[in-house]
């Protein structure tokens, strides 16, 4: 199923739902863009997001726009180990739900 090739279908996506793709676009543009925190910073955020919910295009255009904004693969390495973490202590904590009292 995955295929970079579908990113071309996005176009047919928003011309079927053009109010909801114009308000995605404008959504993320917004919140990718410089703020507060720099835009080199929020590349990275999404990459680890991406590599938490394992979706490839994400994974894929996040890590061509972090490096595009300045990152470099030791930032890139960590910010899987940093997905990882987080992950895997999800499942730690929700361990917890299985410690019944009995």
């Known amino acids: 199923m995955y295929n970079m090739n579908n990113l071309k279908k996005l176009g047919t996506l928003g ?22 925190i720099p835009k080199k910073y929020k590349e990275l955020i999404a990459v680890a997001v991406a590599l938490t919910t394992q979706c490839p295009y994400c994974l894929e255009l996040h890590k061509d726009f972090a490096v ?22 999800a499942a730690v904590v929700h361990g917890t739900h299985l410690m019944n009292e009995k």
């Open 68 to 89: 595009k904004a300045g990152a470099t693969k030791e930032e890139l390495a960590e910010v899987t180990f940093v997905a990882a973490a987080l992950r895997a202590g």
């Open 15 to 36: 011309e079927n739902a053009k109010d909801a793709m114009k308000a995605f676009e404008s959504f993320d543009q917004l919140a990718l863009s410089d703020g507060v």
